[in-house]
């Protein structure tokens, strides 16, 4: 059966975290099996790229880890996963997941998922996909950031409607609602 949304999520590999971000990670994929969704992410088994599949698995989702091979020659690849897409690099990844997903949620995360909303959003303003990424905005995490992309777009650096490829979900029931719609 195919699942009705095909869900990449973004997130922080770290465990050195506030536990409030793994407890709404868990949610997030408990929420994907709940609507039927398929997980897409990056594999890694640790922070909250292993709460979230741990919530998709427990819920019945089926899961994609998309793994660099550095994750693999270190160990470093989830047990949770049902599909592995093996990949050469972070690049690779991103366009893998890009490519396999419907839309896109960003957890809280650092450098490297800062990367993947970037690299998904620049793509989407140039027309090579259609795509949103939603913020999942969990304790006012992402609030910085929209507030410095809103300041880009009202001074003319970042073009076209902006809302068309970003959104933020400040619930998870705006996050189950905007994946529903995509």
Request: with cysteine.
């Amino acid at each position: 059966m195919m699942p009705s949304k095909r869900v990449a999520v973004f997130c922080a590999a770290s465990e050195e975290i506030d536990p409030l971000y793994s407890k709404a990670a868990v949610e997030v994929g408990m929420l994907l099996g709940r609507i039927g969704a398929e997980l897409v992410y990056g594999g890694a088994r640790f922070g909250l790229m292993e709460a979230t599949a741990k919530g998709a698995k427990e819920s019945g989702a089926h899961v994609v880890g998309v793994v660099p091979m550095i994750l693999e020659e270190r160990g470093r690849v989830s047990s949770l996963i049902d599909e592995k897409i093996n990949c050469n690099n972070l690049s690779d990844r991103k366009d893998i997941m890009l490519g396999r997903s419907d839309i896109l949620v960003a957890l809280p995360g650092g450098i490297g998922t800062l990367d993947e909303i970037f690299h998904v959003m620049a793509a989407a303003t140039i027309g090579y996909h259609g795509k949103r990424v939603v913020l999942y905005n969990v304790n006012g995490y992402w609030d910085s950031l929209v507030a410095m992309l809103r300041s880009s777009k009202e001074s003319g650096f970042v073009r076209g409607d902006m809302d068309r490829y970003m959104a933020v979900a400040e619930s998870i029931g705006e996050l189950e609602k905007m994946i529903l719609e995509a």
